[in-house]
């Protein structure tokens, strides 16, 4: 999604947040980044340098937090997030051969999102069930022993 294509933000969402939270203290950071994410589906700059100006919390301190935890995102993300375990297990497993049908039936690659905004896809370290591998997961769901001709039915699931 180019600049031109993203939609105008409001930024009385995160005026609400900010009141709704009071004043912000140094341990409410994530909090507050968590709830901006999730009112806007990522962390876009402007709204962060809103939020600098109106807390005092510099900018830079955000994206120091913001670049640590992989949770958070400063692009767009599809409403569906798929993360591809690339770990040991995993990987012995097959995982590669699962993360390229995935690649394929999207067509995107990793961290990259589909332009309908549907999906966004991720490898990932692990996802800490190695018994299940190899796994993905799509949001908070699990899906493991794949081979890549389950990709296809599994993706379906979230049309």
Known sequence: MTVAQMPSLDFSVA????DDMGEIEAGALIPLLQKIQ?????LPTPVLEEISEKTGIPTSRMYGVISFY???YLEPHGRHTIRCCRGTACHVKGSLEVSEAIKRE?????????????FTFETVACLGTCFL??????DNDYYGLLNPSKVKSILKKYD
């Open 106 to 118: 999207l067509g995107i690659e990793d961290g990259e999102t589909t332009e309908d905004m549907k």
């Open 133 to 138: 591998a190899p796994v993905i997961m799509i």
């Open 15 to 18: 005026e609400r947040i900010l």
């Open 70 to 72: 992989s949770q958070f």
């Open 38 to 42: 999730d009112a806007y589906g990522y």
